[in-house]
């Protein structure tokens, strides 16, 4: 029984059905039909122009995103635990020629104003120190925590005070929606941000992920980068038709709500164990070594956060006696 981490995940039967609707001969990479209606799929999902890229993993959608608004000689101002710091073996330094990650801190992986303001006013204004050209913030966190329209709109007022544009790296961006309820507008370009990684393959997608740029200038070059760093597939039509299957009738809400639900039953169970409110599909959980081993004895497979802390990861299609069952198992601990 496998909570160990949604990139494990089946691909949903909708993914399955495009895919072989999509199995015949069509224009190469980028040129086809499908993939030349992303712009109007997601411009029509956010209620405004964006131009839309499908990439082939959150770390190139990440990174690529980057390296549109920093410069070599820039930075990145991002949590100290966020995935592109912790998670994507440099590729963001990669991507960019060489910029910078700035790290902040902030509880459950989550930035505010206040720690970014100190971060940036830290800094000297001369050619000695490296210079912020982005905040990078992650909805749902590394935690599991899920900023709000409001919080998302303070960071992005603080952006375009200090001129800096704002990426939020959303891998889970699904499972932050489906939480708040929210219209994905107001989560994005109406709060400030300009390029959203969308995350996929964790909800349900086989083998693509999107970049959507709500300043449509930034996907110019970025095509060329697509290329260059290996990303433009020759058969991009299936890259394209996973993610508007899983837009069409709102399949990435459906799944996400799906995740969700199953880590809050479990969340229900563990009470004073929780490391953190479960906000979307994580729960990060206290236990000892023992503890873990006794649900690992009963099958339970999870990742050791920190020594004392498990992550256990809800997928789309977790089975629900699963979840019934690890809930049982937690709550008799």
Sequence with gaps: MRFFSDNAAGVCPEVMAALAAANHPDTAYDGDALSQSLDAAFSALFGTEVAALWISSGTAANALSLAAMVQPHQAV????????????CGAPEFYTGGAKLLLAQGAGAKLKPDAIEALAAS???????????AISITNATEYGLVYTPDEV????????????A?????????????TLGCAPADLTWRAGVDALSFGFVKNGGMTAEAIIFFRPDLAAATRYRRKRAGHLLSKGRFAAAQILAMLD?????RNARAANA??????????????????ANEVFLRLTGAEAAALRAQGFE????????????????????????LAAAIGAL
């Design 249 to 253: 009738g709102d399949v990435w809400l």
């Design 262 to 279: 199953a880590a809050a039953h479990i969340a229900n169970a563990a009470h004073d164990r929780l490391l953190h409110p479960v906000e």
């Design 77 to 88: 101002i991002c949590h100290a635990e966020a995935h592109i710091q912790a998670d994507e």
């Design 166 to 178: 704002l990426h939020m790296d959303g891998a889970r961006f699904a499972n932050a929606v489906a």
């Design 123 to 133: 800094l000297r204004q001369n050619v000695h120190q490296v210079q912020p050209a």
């Design 153 to 164: 709109a303070a960071i992005g007022d603080l952006a375009k005070r200090r001129g800096l």
């Design 302 to 325: 999870f990742y050791d956060w920190v020594p004392g802390v498990a992550r256990l990861v809800c997928s789309w299609d977790q089975p629900a006696a699963e979840v019934e069952a």
